[in-house]
């Protein structure tokens, strides 16, 4: 076994990051096959005891198939005879992306983790309120609910995602 599979053995707190090139396919779309697996893998974990901090993605790719959807249908019938094209609408603001999405990412998770008979709870951070209180993540583990961290990515300020340093640096406190 390799080591950090084996350090899994005995570590009470596991924390998780699925990270936008996870949840994403190529084509843009969610990768549910992907998510589904994590989801398993993490209900594995939990019922040998182990707490799970999950921190995901995955909010503005819901969310742009959303936007797209509806543009789509809010378009004439005559500019979709025409050969509408949504993508030469221009980009979607991400923003909006990510408040047309992020109800729906939780509710997937919601549904996925419900199959193992787990509960899941969302927390939405952002640049300037990052450090999420570890009593509120203390008390939803200690229940056997599994937080699920996402930044708020409707009101972040951040041009860039979160890398994996930046999860572990913030998300690291003594449990």
């Known amino acids: 076994m390799d080591e950090p599979r084996s350090s899994l053995q005995h570590a009470r707190i596991i924390l998780v990051k699925i990270g936008t090139e996870v949840v994403n396919s190529p084509e843009g779309l969610l990768a549910m096959g992907k998510i589904g697996s994590i989801v398993e893998q993490i209900a594995r974990l939990h019922m040998q005891g182990k707490q799970i901090i999950l921190v995901s993605s995955g909010a503005v790719a819901i969310g742009r198939m959303v936007l797209k959807r509806q543009q789509m249908l809010s378009g004439s019938m005559q ?26 990412m939780q509710s997937l998770y919601e549904v996925l983790f419900s199959q193992y008979h787990l509960a899941c709870s969302q927390i939405l951070t952002s640049d300037t309120d990052f450090q999420v209180p570890e009593q509120t993540i203390l008390s939803l583990l200690q229940v056997g609910i599994i937080p699920i961290i996402n930044e708020n990515d409707v009101v972040s300020q951040r041009k860039a995602p979160l890398t994996d340093a930046t999860v572990k640096r913030r998300f690291f406190f003594q449990l």
Not at 93 to 101: I, S, V
């Open 79 to 104: 500019s979709h005879l025409k050969g509408y094209n949504p993508a030469a609408q221009g980009s979607l603001n991400p923003k909006a992306c990510a408040a047309a999405g992020q109800s729906g």
